[in-house]
């Protein structure tokens, strides 16, 4: 038996269509090859549509955050602690950012993508008990690069590398 593509009005034998009780014959009206081609530019159409819509929502997320670098942390400090389940009680007001990083002196940057230079400049919030979660009075502003050094190093180990480093070890 054999059916008329919908797409291409060519018949084929019913086994060139995909099954589908709803429809006439058990089969859907377009041919499994006709089919596979209009989802290929459907695709092709709506992730170039997609990829466009993305580049204009980020860009104008950028410029948000660089007005009001509080809210990107905030964001950002928010998502993580969903994530992690950890408690979370502070506002967009509780968050101060410095020009400057307390610990390295360097300006901070505010929101920054992936570039490799700048990455480790940009803002980062840090909890200062990390047994707590983002609570008012447990977290400051500091660089990326300060907050991983933080991450890596406890006190024992800092005061090693102290030591280290003037020569007393």
Do not use: W
């Not at 170039?48 to 204009?56: P, V």
């Not at 993580?80 to 408690?87: D, G, I, L, P, V």
């Not at 967009?92 to 307390?102: A, L, M, S, Y």
């Not at 230079?117 to 990390?130: E, F, G, I, K």
Request: charged content about 30%; proline content about 4%.
């Amino acid at each position: 038996m054999t059916k008329q593509c919908s797409i291409r009005g060519i018949q084929k034998i019913l086994k060139s269509f995909h099954n589908h009780p709803g429809c006439k014959l058990g089969v859907r009206p377009e041919c499994k090859v006709c089919l596979k081609v209009k989802r290929e530019e459907y695709r092709s159409s709506y992730k170039t549509k997609h990829n466009e819509n993305n580049r204009a929502y980020y860009s104008r997320r950028a410029e948000d955050y660089t007005i009001n670098p509080a809210l990107y942390l905030y964001t950002i400090a928010r998502k993580r602690a969903t994530k992690y389940n950890m408690e979370f009680t502070i506002t967009e007001n509780d968050i101060h950012v410095p020009e400057k990083c307390p610990i390295t002196g360097v300006k901070l940057e505010v929101y920054v993508n992936t570039a490799k230079q700048s990455y480790l400049y940009a803002a980062s919030l840090d909890r200062v008990d990390n047994s707590r979660g983002y609570i008012p009075g447990n977290i400051r502003v500091i660089s990326r690069k300060a907050n991983m050094m933080k991450r890596d190093l406890n006190i024992e180990m800092a005061e090693k590398l102290i030591k280290y480093m003037k020569g007393e070890i």
